[in-house]
């Protein structure tokens, strides 16, 4: 039985979602469909912090089970390195990936 997160999810990644290809470091490409967004980010910085964008990209778990850093992630015919993975909901449904540019 899916959870009612799981259904949501899938609607949201089916409305705005984008497609891409996951290429882990060992394995086999992977077909996934992603959310990416660019929230700005904060760094202190002395008395005024430094504000920058930061690139995040959002996959679902059941599409990508494994990510690590360093793997590669082709969106929008452009490649990006994960550099951090995160899954931040109860259910471990997404994972959350910050990726730059290789």
Known sequence: MRSIGA??????????????VAKPAAGAALAVVVLWHAPDARVPFGHQPLIGTSRMIRVRAND?????????????????????VESTDPQRLEWTLGVSPP
């Open 7 to 20: 259904e949501l999810l899938a609607e949201k990644y089916a409305d705005v979602g984008l497609p891409a």
């Open 64 to 84: 990508w089970p494994n990510p690590v850093r360093g793997d590669v992630i082709m969106l929008e015919g452009s490649d990006w390195r994960v550099q951090s």
